[in-house]
Every structure is written in structure tokens, then in C-alpha cells.
């Protein structure tokens, strides 16, 4: 059983060997290096997604709702991050 548990750990730290903290940090600099203010975002939301096709993380910006609780169309955006490049690209909000 314990042979079974490490070789789960160990396969997941090859799958992911960014941590979501790393991704993080990554995709706020990025956002902010292309003029987007994140003291006006939630606190974001990432998934890695790993398939064969895509070993990517998903970072999900969310701009924090007005006194109303309304938030402009086309105020989220999107971050990815290649797990094996770092490689960082932003799609804005539509």
C-alpha cells in the first residue's frame, strides 16, 4: 500500500511540476505587465488541466462587483501558463 501511495505522489509532482502558487505568481505578473489592475479582481481561480493534448494551468480573473453587485461584460480574463514552458498568454474578457 505504501509503494502504491508513493508512486501516486511521485507521478503527480511529474505531471504538475509548477504549484499553484508559482502559477499564481506567474499570471499576476503577467497581468499587471499588460496594464491590468488586480486590486479590482477576486481572488483567482486556477485549474490544471492535463491531458496528453494539454499540460496547461487555467487562471480565472473575476473583477470584484460594485456596491450594486454588478461587474461590467468584458471585465474577466483568462490566463494560461504551459506547465513545461511557462510560457504565459492572456485572453481578455469578451
Known amino acids: 500500500m505504501m509503494v502504491c501511495v508513493a508512486v501516486l505522489c511521485w507521478g503527480c509532482t511529474l ?9 499564481v505568481a506567474l499570471s499576476n505578473a503577467y497581468a499587471k505587465a499588460q496594464g491590468y489592475d488586480l ?10 488541466n492535463y491531458t496528453r493534448a ?8 473575476d473583477p470584484i462587483p460594485d456596491k450594486k453587485g454588478l461587474v461590467a461584460i468584458g471585465d474577466d480574463f483568462t490566463v494560461y501558463v ?13
Open 54 to 61: 494539454d499540460n496547461t494551468w487555467v487562471v480565472f480573473y
Open 39 to 48: 486590486a479590482h479582481y477576486e481572488r483567482p481561480s486556477v485549474h490544471f
Open 15 to 23: 505531471s504538475a511540476p509548477l504549484t499553484e502558487q508559482q502559477v
Open 82 to 94: 504551459e506547465n513545461s514552458t511557462k510560457k504565459v498568454s492572456l485572453i481578455p474578457g469578451r
